[in-house]
């Protein structure tokens, strides 16, 4: 008879389960973000519409080619786990750890370009311009900043689950710490598919 | 360290000991109980806080506190009250104790992720605690947090509403702990239509959790953000707007009702069939009422925004769909009276707060149809009336199926009987204290007495004063079920493994339970409340 | 127990994912310049819906995983698209 208190082992399909009900529960926390948002560009269009054009679509679309093609290396990391090629695994993981670090550095100069020109919420520049506007850079600065928390968050995770692979706690065995992994920073990519055009391709 | 040869065999309380046993362990049913006793400090604090509010509001006028003073103390009431005792209550302590036995699984299914769940609810609950003596002044906002107001307001808003993410937090993580538990612990042949009723309403409980707080979570991060980074989602000066806060604060706070009301409606589902010797009437019915309150109650939320400026249609929509979510409920009230009628009742204690329990929360009911309709509502809203109506659901509805719970579980846990004399005698004090405590609220409501003020017209004087000799009843009813149930902790007599002959399997396992539930893992063979079963004889 | 029994993505099917949402990206990009007027946006959330939905099917392998989680995740998406609508009912009539 086994013991469950003092079990570390979590079979996978109960695990995996845990993760997707997490996900739920990010999908509403920036749910409640795009409920504001549908009701903020409702009233203010045309105002959303000039704002947007201060943001760089080329910028967000690198940033959204860098975030898909990471979703794809890490998926396929799970193949690699699966078909127990370790080092592969470990190999897919490291690039798409340098796809969140290249997604972070093009927020960085998005931002910093942002605030370079003062508008950041609370900035005298900011005060002078219609309302609509300083709304569409509030959600602007609040979604990416969650969002890119969330990039920061995945990347630590995916970090910890290629050191297991390489110590062989996760192996074609038992992987359910990189399959969580992996749909977390899957999610990261969702919510940027959302994201992106909402911010970026107004017209 | 317990020798096995003592006289006491080996149970969850006692085959580890010291503080630190307690503190770090995973096992569901100490956890539940570190719930319970938080809780139940917790609901003293705020109980002795409402007993100073109804102090001052004896006579017309200031007598012990100042209108400022009484704005903190409404606040930190509901903010105690709510996100503190109300909402964790009877899931985190009796859903973590009863869920997995009743299921037949030896513990939930993250059992450190639960015990990390106690952890982030004290932090969020000694926040709370610290928005009160941090330097500043005492939130005064009201539990609600309603900006402008909320975003202008110089008080310890922020460490308050922080509290509130963090007690946010531990409660997703319960809600989804106890959604894989059911749906990946059950025992052998436990289908989904032989679980109990009590973790049917956990588990549709548990999903409120998971979808709903999350809203609130982003909806206090929006405000946090206003206030220290002039972000103007709300404020109209930046051009947002007050109304949406509303939608998002209820979008949460409504369904958490539900989060309140629909365990302790399982809690009575257990014990109306125990204290009746009777198969439950309408099994089904019940599940998927229970299922339905909490999909439509989570569609109704502008109700508490009929006189915000929401359009006509908006109101009007939500008023239907208000309406809609009184139905099951109402089944469920049926079905329970069914249940008692023709069995063998036996009013123990349990049956008698489970009794209460239908009547204060129809009444609780009944007023709520009345702010669901547009034209009332109006009429009423903002007055006492509403403060009478929510306290009748909340403490008369969940507070009631508590005490339900513990005086029905409270043998189980702790191996020993209470005086039923005492509970009775308690039962007595409390049910008459908290309806002259809250019955006039209605009368003066209608009659035009406004919520939240700590001063009144003169002509509320005899209303507000049979009120506040409620509050003392209440109390002294509260103080007398409280001693009864710790003095009989370690006094009373011994109580067997199935003190009211409950079929459920939480019976069939001996007081306390063994730290790991079952010697032997159970296998299901029949519906939950089937009376006629060899085991029951 | 163990993971054994779960379905693996070949390679090549990951391949053919990742080109599909980069077409899919391209045309929501080339979208805006043809001034569709209101119907842009709707054209973007459409498109981004079926990104997320080849996301979820394929990279977060829904497509194999049993009929109730599917629901799961269906249901969470019909809910949160309740609340927007019926939170319109109020912004729109207003």
């Known amino acids: 008879m086994s013991t469950t208190e003092h079990s570390d082992f979590i079979d996978s399909d109960t695990g995996k389960l845990g993760m997707w009900l997490f996900l739920f529960t990010e999908l509403f926390l920036f749910g409640?973000?795009?409920?504001?948002?549908?009701?903020?560009?409702?009233?203010?269009?045309?105002?959303?519409?000039?704002?947007?054009?201060?943001?760089?679509?080329?910028?967000?679309?690198?940033?959204?080619?860098?975030?898909?093609?990471?979703?794809?290396?890490?998926?396929?990391?799970?193949?690699?786990?699966?078909?127990?090629?370790?080092?592969?695994?470990?190999?897919?993981?490291?690039i798409t750890l340098i796809l969140a670090g290249v997604f972070m550095v093009n927020k960085y100069f998005e931002w910093g370009h942002k605030i370079g020109l003062h508008l950041y919420p609370g900035s005298d520049v900011m005060k002078t311009l219609p309302h609509g506007e300083i709304m569409f850079f509030g959600l602007y600065f609040m979604m990416t900043g969650l969002h890119a928390l969330h990039v920061i968050i995945g990347g630590i995770l995916l970090t910890i689950v290629m050191f297991k692979i390489k110590s062989g706690r996760i192996n074609q065995e038992h992987y359910l710490l990189h399959e969580n992994g992996a749909l977390y920073w899957h999610l990261v990519d969702l919510i940027w598919i959302f994201l992106f055009p909402l911010l970026y391709l107004i017209t | 360290m317990n020798d096995s040869s003592t006289a006491v065999p080996l149970n969850f309380l006692n085959h580890k000991t010291g503080l630190w046993s307690w503190l770090s362990s995973t096992d569901h049913k100490r956890i539940g109980l570190l719930y319970l006793y938080s809780i139940t400090v917790f609901f003293c604090v705020a109980a002795v806080l409402g007993l100073l509010m109804k102090i001052e509001k004896f006579a017309p006028g200031q007598t012990i506190m100042t209108a400022q003073t009484y704005n903190g103390m409404f606040t930190i009431h509901g903010i105690i009250m709510i996100f503190i005792v109300v909402i964790p209550g009877l899931a985190a302590v009796f859903g973590n104790i009863l869920l997995p036995i009743m299921i037949g699984a030896k513990d939930v299914a993250f059992p450190k992720l639960n015990l990390f769940s106690w952890y982030v609810y004290i932090t969020g609950a000694f926040l709370g605690l610290y928005s009160q003596f941090a330097h500043g002044h005492v939130p005064d906002t009201g539990w609600t947090f309603y900006v402008p107001y909320s975003a202008e307001a110089t008080s310890n808003v922020v460490i308050a509403l922080t509290a509130a993410f963090v007690l946010g937090f531990a409660s997703i993580l319960t809600g989804l702990n106890f959604i894989v538990t059911i749906h990946r612990m059950r025992a052998p042949g436990m289908t989904w239509f032989r679980m109990p009723l009590f973790p049917w309403s956990l588990y549709a409980t548990a999903w409120i959790q998971i979808l709903a707080t999350p809203i609130i979570g982003i909806t206090l991060l929006m405000v946090i953000a206003e206030r220290t980074f002039q972000i103007g989602f709300f404020d109209p000066k930046l051009g947002g707007d007050p109304v949406l806060y509303q939608h998002l604060f209820w979008i949460y706070s409504h369904p958490a009702v539900y989060v309140m009301i629909l365990p302790a409606m399982g809690v009575v589902s257990e014990i109306f069939p125990t204290f009746s010797q009777k198969p439950i009437f309408g099994y089904g019915a019940i599940v998927f009422s229970s299922l339905a309150i909490a999909f439509v109650g989570y569609l109704v939320w502008g109700h508490h925004m009929y006189t915000s400026g929401m359009s006509y249609q908006a109101r009007w929509a939500f008023s239907l769909l208000t309406f809609l979510v009184a139905v099951p409920s109402a089944i469920k009230v049926f079905n329970w009276l069914s249940t008692m009628y023709g069995g063998s009742v036996d009013l123990k204690p349990p049956l008698l707060y489970a009794i209460s329990f239908i009547f204060l929360f129809s009444i609780g009911g009944f007023t709520g149809l009345t702010l669901g309709s547009l034209a009332t509502d109006i009429q009423v809203h903002n007055t006492e009336f509403i403060v009478a109506h929510f306290h009748y659901i909340i403490f008369g509805g969940m507070g009631f199926g508590f005490f339900a719970a513990i005086h029905y579980w409270y043998p189980k846990i702790y191996g020993r009987m209470y005086s039923n004399r005492w509970a009775y005698i308690a039962w007595g004090i409390l049910f008459t204290g908290f309806n002259i405590l809250y019955f006039p609220m209605f009368i003066m409501g209608i009659q035009g007495m406004p919520r939240r003020y700590f001063d009144y017209d003169p002509k509320f004087t005899l209303g507000q004063e049979i009120s506040s000799i409620g509050a003392f009843i209440l109390i002294i009813g509260l103080i007398a079920m409280i001693s009864n149930l710790v003095y009989h902790r370690r006094k009373g007599a011994i109580a067997p493994a199935n003190p009211w002959h409950g079929v459920t399997l939480e019976w069939q396992i001996p007081s306390p339970p063994p730290h790991e539930n079952f010697d032997e893992v159970p296998v299901i063979t029949h519906d939950p409340y089937v009376f006629d079963h060899p085991y029951t004889k | 127990m163990k993971n054994h029994d779960d379905h693996i993505t070949s390679y090549s099917l990951n391949w053919t994912v990742l080109i599909v949402l980069l077409i899919l990206t391209t045309i929501s990009i080339l979208a805006i310049k043809m001034h569709l007027g209101a119907y842009t946006v709707a054209l973007a959330l459409i498109l981004a819906s079926v990104k997320v939905t080849i996301v979820l099917t394929y990279f977060m392998h829904l497509k194999f995983e049993n009929l109730l989680l599917r629901l799961m995740v269906g249901g969470v998406f019909l809910l949160f698209a309740i609340v927007i609508v019926i939170t319109f009912i109020d912004y729109y009539f207003r």
């Open chain 1, 32 to 94: 409640g973000l795009f409920i504001v948002y549908a009701v903020m560009r409702s009233k203010y269009s045309a105002d959303f519409h000039h704002a947007a054009l201060e943001l760089n679509a080329f910028i967000g679309a690198t940033n959204t080619v860098v975030l898909l093609v990471s979703s794809m290396t890490v998926a396929m990391s799970l193949t690699a786990i699966q078909r127990k090629q370790s080092n592969r695994a470990m190999g897919l993981i490291f």
